[in-house]
């Protein structure tokens, strides 16, 4: 693919993977990552 196309889908909001919500499973296992008050985690694709 060209970088064209996916530039064109991103400013046209057509991605289909930015999701309001995060992931189900993702909220539900989320203490197993033991992160610090504060932190966050970069989870591509996951909402």
Same mark, same amino acid.
């Given at each position: 693919? !060209? ?5 064109? #889908?991103?400013?046209?909001? !057509?991605?289909?993977?930015? #999701? !309001?919500?995060?992931? +189900?499973? *993702? ?6 990552? #033991? *992160? ?5 985690? *970069?989870? +591509?694709?996951?909402?």
């Amino acid at each position: 693919m !060209e970088a064209d196309f996916w530039h064109g #889908k991103w400013s046209r909001g !057509e991605t289909g993977f930015h #999701k !309001e919500e995060a992931h +189900p499973l *993702l909220v539900a296992h989320v203490d197993a990552l #033991k *992160l610090s008050a504060g932190r966050g985690c *970069l989870c +591509p694709c996951a909402g």
